[in-house]
C-alpha cells in the first residue's frame, strides 16, 4: 500500500491548487481522480474571475472571492513559468448590462467602492460610443473583473504539481474511505492509499463521498451548458453579463456563451434548446456574433451549495479528514484563497480569513 502524508479525492482546480500548496510546504502527496485530472466542472467553467452580479451575494462569499482575484495574476505567471502552459490570464474588465432579472442597483457605484472596487456606470448614449458593437442600453463597467482559459490553467497546473513530486493517479475512483489506527486509507478498487491526513475535493461528488462516513454535507450538482463560436480575435475585449448570460471572448477570437443552470442531477447531456437560448441572446446582444460559426457545446456540473458559499474545513470527530468543495459558480476564482486557506489549516497555522463560514452543517457535530 502506498503512504502519502495527504491524499487528495478529486483533482479538479480546488484539489490540484491545494495539493500545490501542500507539496510546496514540503508534504508528499497523492491526488486521486476518478476519470482524467482537471476534465469536469474546472474543464467546463467560463473562466469568469469574479462573483456575477457581486451585490447579490454574502459577504462570505464576496471576501473570497475577492481574496482569489488579487492572488490570479501571480497564480496564473507562476503556472505559466512553472509549466510552460499559459493560462492566458487577462484583465479584461465586464459589462454588465441592466436587465430586469438583475437590475443595476440605484448605489451601485458606492456598494462596489465599499468592496474596494472601481466600477463606473454608462448611459445607453455613453455605451454607443464605448461599445458600438453592444446592443445595450445602461452598463456598469467593472475594471477588476479578468478571465483565465481554464482549459489551459488546469493543464498546467497538473503539469507543475506533477513535476513537484505529487502522485496524480487518473481513473482512480475512490469508493472507500476508512480509519486505519492513526491513519486515513482511500480506497480505489483493491488498492489503497494509506495517509496520515485526507481531503475531500471531490467537486459535486463529494456527498456521495462522504455519505459513506455518515458526514452530511449539502452540494449538489448544477449543470451548465456552454455554447462556443468561432469569432474574430479582440471584436469583443472585455465580458459581457446580461442576467444570468455572459460572452467571454478569448484571445484567439473563440467566444464562449454561457450558461445555463439546471437542476439535472449528475446528467451531463447538451440540449438544442440550451443552444438556441445562449445562441438567441449572443446574436440579440452582440451583432457581429451572427456570422460566427458555432463549433462546440459542452456541459459541466458545478458543485452547489448553499448560497455558494464553499465548505473549507476540517471535519469534526475526524482527525487528520478536511473538505474543500461546494464553490458552485466561482471555484475557479477562488481556488488560489481556497488552497491557501486549506494548507494552512492542515499546517495549523493562522489562516488569512476566518474559516467560522466554511464549516459543516451543525447536524455533523451532534
Ligand atoms: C458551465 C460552467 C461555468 C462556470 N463558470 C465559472 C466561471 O466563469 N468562474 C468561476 O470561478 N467558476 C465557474 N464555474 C464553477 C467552477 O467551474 C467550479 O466551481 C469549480 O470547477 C469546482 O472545482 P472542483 O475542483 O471543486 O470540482 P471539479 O472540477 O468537479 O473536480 C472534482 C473532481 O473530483 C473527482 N471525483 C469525484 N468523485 C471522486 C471519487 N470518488 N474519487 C476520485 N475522484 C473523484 C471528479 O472526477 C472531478 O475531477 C463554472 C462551472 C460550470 C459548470
Same mark, same amino acid.
Given at each position: 500500500m502506498q503512504h502519502a502524508d495527504m491524499v487528495v479525492i478529486g483533482a479538479g482546480v480546488i484539489g490540484l491548487s491545494t495539493a500545490l500548496r501542500l507539496a510546496q510546504a514540503g508534504m508528499a502527496v497523492t491526488v486521486l481522480e476518478r476519470g482524467s485530472a482537471? /476534465? *469536469?466542472?474546472? @474543464? $467546463?467553467?467560463?473562466?469568469?474571475?469574479? =462573483?456575477?452580479?457581486? @451585490?447579490?451575494?454574502? =459577504?462570505?462569499?464576496?471576501?473570497?472571492? @475577492? *481574496?482569489?482575484? #488579487?492572488?490570479?495574476?501571480?497564480?496564473? *505567471?507562476e503556472i505559466h513559468t512553472a509549466s510552460h502552459i499559459d493560462p492566458e490570464w487577462q484583465a479584461c474588465g465586464m459589462w454588465i448590462l441592466d436587465s430586469q432579472e438583475f437590475p443595476l442597483l440605484e448605489d451601485v457605484i458606492e456598494w462596489g467602492a465599499s468592496w474596494g472596487w472601481? @466600477?463606473?456606470?454608462?448611459?445607453a448614449t455613453?455605451? /454607443?460610443?464605448?461599445? =458600438?458593437?453592444? #446592443?445595450?442600453?445602461? $452598463?456598469?463597467?467593472?475594471?477588476?473583473? $479578468?478571465?483565465?482559459?481554464n482549459p489551459r490553467l488546469l493543464a498546467g497546473l497538473v503539469k507543475y504539481v506533477s513535476s513537484l513530486g505529487v502522485h496524480i493517479r487518473d481513473n482512480s475512483e475512490v469508493t472507500e474511505i476508512k480509519r486505519d489506527g492513526t491513519y486515513w486509507v482511500a480506497k480505489?478498487?483493491?488498492?489503497?492509499v494509506r495517509a496520515d491526513r485526507v481531503l475531500v475535493s471531490g467537486g459535486p461528488w463529494t456527498a456521495k463521498i462522504l455519505a459513506q462516513l455518515g458526514i452530511q454535507v449539502p452540494i449538489r450538482p448544477v449543470r451548465g451548458q456552454i455554447l462556443l463560436l468561432q469569432g474574430q480575435a479582440n471584436s469583443l475585449p472585455q465580458i459581457v453579463l446580461e442576467g444570468t448570460h455572459y460572452l467571454v471572448q478569448r484571445r484567439d477570437g473563440q467566444l464562449l456563451i454561457g450558461s445555463t443552470s439546471e437542476e439535472a442531477g449528475f446528467d451531463k447531456s447538451c440540449t438544442s434548446t440550451a443552444a438556441n437560448e445562449l445562441l438567441a441572446f449572443a446574436h440579440r446582444v452582440f451583432p457581429p456574433s451572427r456570422s460566427y460559426a458555432v463549433t462546440r457545446q459542452w456541459s459541466g456540473l458545478r458543485p452547489g451549495s448553499p448560497d455558494n458559499i464553499p465548505f473549507i474545513t476540517s471535519v469534526p470527530d475526524h482527525p487528520g479528514m478536511y473538505i474543500a468543495s461546494g464553490h458552485f459558480r466561482y471555484g475557479l476564482t477562488t481556488a488560489p484563497i481556497t488552497a491557501e486557506l486549506v494548507r494552512d489549516l492542515v499546517l495549523g497555522r493562522p489562516t488569512s480569513l476566518d474559516l467560522a463560514p466554511y464549516g459543516l452543517p451543525l447536524a455533523n457535530k451532534e
Open positions: 482537471g /476534465r *469536469e466542472a474546472s @474543464w $467546463a467553467g467560463g473562466g469568469i474571475l469574479s =462573483p456575477l452580479h457581486a @451585490w447579490r451575494y454574502r =459577504p462570505a462569499l464576496l471576501r473570497l472571492a @475577492w *481574496e482569489g482575484m #488579487r492572488r490570479y495574476r501571480d497564480f496564473a *505567471e472601481h @466600477w463606473q456606470r454608462h448611459t455613453q455605451m /454607443r460610443e464605448l461599445a =458600438p458593437m453592444l #446592443r445595450t442600453d445602461t $452598463a456598469l463597467f467593472c475594471q477588476e473583473v $479578468a478571465q483565465v482559459r480505489t478498487g483493491n488498492v489503497g
